[in-house]
Nanobody, 126 residues
């Protein structure tokens, strides 16, 4: 079974940085899709960044381009989301998601992923 465990959320002032981590187990790490989503109160779950190992392509939402970076450490089976220059509108619960044999042609949307970790909350104060 695939298991994902997200961590690293917290409270930070606007302009600050956080690094989220997602420990992954049970996933074929040669061809997979890994993603970070977020959901603010009263809003739909939004794809923040999606990475396709098979396509070697990374997607970022326009709202985070240039500020957020997704990366992975295969030796540690961990995926990271480095978040810099945080804004109050980045406040949300952040989720990591995964699926085997993922292509970004399917879109960086929640429906494209079938494995989810628990959320980790991020609060950015102004």
């Amino acid at each position: 079974d695939v298991q994902l465990q997200a961590s690293g959320g917290g409270l930070v002032q606007a302009g600050g940085s956080l690094r989220l981590s997602c420990a992954v187990s049970g996933l074929i790490f040669d061809d997979y899709g890994i993603a970070w989503f977020r959901q603010a109160p009263g809003k739909e779950r939004e794809g923040v960044s999606c990475f396709s190992r098979g396509d070697a392509v990374t997607y970022y939402a326009d709202s985070v381009k240039g500020r957020f970076t997704i990366s992975s450490d295969n030796a540690k089976n961990t995926v990271y989301l480095q978040m810099n220059s945080l804004k109050p509108e980045d406040t949300a619960v952040y989720y990591c998601a995964a699926r085997t044999y993922f292509s970004l042609l399917a879109g960086c949307v929640a429906e494209s992923f079938d494995e989810w970790g628990q959320g980790t909350p991020v609060t950015v104060s102004s």
